[in-house]
Nanobody, 127 residues
Framework: QVQLVESGGGSVQAGGSLRLSCAAS????????MGWFRQAPGKGREVVST???????KYTDSVKGRFTISKDNANNTLNLQMNSLKSEDTAMYYC?????????????????????WGQGTQVTVSS
């Protein structure tokens, strides 16, 4: 089990960039599957990106080519670099982690709410 704390959210104009970080404590994340999810007001939670224990990444179509997920095992941190932000990216962003998963099982386990979750960081993009 890990404790997760997100940071890096804020307000930015469309076309701008933000870098989200998720600091993990309580265990090392090197063997963890991790992901970023988001929830906009009035909408359900959706997966943004995942990275499994082997470093294989997945992105939802709407962020491909704009967002990059990375796992910094040395600093026990998950990052999400977000470029070319759009107003539709506005949401609360959450970090999640589950130990030892890879491939599709990583994504499906986190997507159904499994694993450990942070409290979220708000991203607001104005057009």
């Amino acid at each position: 089990q890990v404790q997760l704390v997100e940071s890096g959210g804020g307000s930015v104009q469309a076309g701008g960039s933000l870098r989200l970080s998720c600091a993990a404590s309580g265990d090392t994340i090197s063997t963890y599957c991790m992901g970023w999810f988001r929830q906009a007001p009035g909408k359900g939670r959706e997966v943004v990106s995942t990275i499994d224990r082997d470093g294989v990444t997945k992105y939802t179509d709407s962020v491909k080519g704009r967002f990059t997920i990375s796992k910094d095992n040395a600093n026990n941190t998950l990052n999400l670099q977000m470029n070319s932000l759009k107003s539709e990216d506005t949401a609360m962003y959450y970090c999640a982690a589950a130990e030892g998963l890879y491939g599709l099982r990583c994504l499906t386990t986190l997507a159904r709410g499994g694993g450990d979750w942070g409290q979220g960081t708000q991203v607001t993009v104005s057009s």
